[in-house]
């Protein structure tokens, strides 16, 4: 795993996506730091990170869009799936050296806080708690991307998937409020959903038959708790939505709590996505051989 770790922060570099990376990052947030917490007299450096968060959808397609896309554009990964590793070393190889690449402007944004307390009263307990959300809610947005960039082989559209799925997280907890809040509404969502999941099941194992037993799993357990507890479908969708849009619980933390259920869930996305992203090497490893 320190070889593939070495490399790829190496490769980040040399490709200048780590500094393009850094440098957006850094940019955004010396410049809501100037509007907001020196312009607006706000000692609040949370606030900032509220704000910058949007970033995310610009700079996590483009640090993660070549991690494993390029790879198999230019058939290296035949080189990843012959060492004596495994798919897990090689994944979490990729992946620490992209946290080592946004732990940098992180620890540089941490210094920010400390410097406005020269000219006002900030919270620092509050900053650094929201500071920490704010990197673990990239980390679980740099294992989404990983994984979207290990199902093509190029880099284009794994940054257009990647924009797309955090663009749809960005603004999910608003939609939520479009949507009914019937108890059937929340049956067909969750159907619909299940189909999706089964096909996403047939793309990574290329088996229809474990896609078709997965889909009926899921369809049958729906129909059963529906039809148990079917006033507990009422409103179920939209809360589900609300819980699940990871900006959405980050602006709460920005309030100043460290809500360890919000980390939980950041840690818990970014665990979930890396291992579907072994498993997608797995697959091609395989298929390869």
Request: with cysteine; aromatic share 12%; hydrophobic share 55%.
């Amino acid at each position: 795993m320190k070889a593939v770790y070495r490399h790829e922060l190496l490769s980040q570099f040399t490709s200048l996506s780590a500094c393009v990376f850094i440098a957006f990052l850094l940019l955004f947030a010396g410049i809501y730091t100037m509007a907001i917490n020196i312009r607006s007299g706000i000692a609040s450096f949370e606030y900032v990170l509220s704000n910058m968060s949007f970033t995310f959808m610009i700079i996590v397609p483009v640090l993660t869009m070549r991690s494993i896309a390029e790879e198999k554009r230019q058939k290296t990964d035949n080189l990843l799936y012959s060492l004596p590793i495994s798919m897990t070393d090689v994944v979490l190889g990729k992946y620490f050296a992209m946290l080592t690449v946004f732990v940098i402007p992180v620890f540089v944004m941490g210094t920010y806080p400390v410097m406005l307390s020269a000219y006002g009263n900030v919270n620092l307990p509050a900053a650094f708690s929201a500071l920490l959300g704010f990197y673990l809610l990239g980390a679980a947005l740099i294992a989404v991307g990983m994984f979207i960039s290990s199902l093509t082989e190029s880099q284009a559209v794994a940054a257009g998937l990647c924009f797309v799925l955090l663009l749809i997280n960005y603004f999910l907890s608003s939609l939520s409020g479009f949507l009914s809040a019937t108890a059937f509404s929340s049956l067909l969502t969750l159907t619909i959903a299940a189909l999706l999941l089964s096909i996403l099941a047939e793309r990574m194992t290329k088996n229809s038959l474990a896609a078709m037993l997965t889909a009926a799993v899921l369809l049958a357990v729906l129909m059963f708790t529906y039809t148990v507890f079917q006033d507990k479908y009422a409103g179920l969708v939209p809360a589900l939505m609300e819980n699940l849009s990871l900006f959405a619980r980050f602006e709460d933390m920005t309030g100043g709590v460290l809500d360890l259920r919000t980390l939980v869930l950041f840690l818990s996305i970014a665990g979930v996505f890396l291992y579907m992203t072994v498993q997608s090497l797995e697959k091609r490893r395989w298929s390869e051989t």
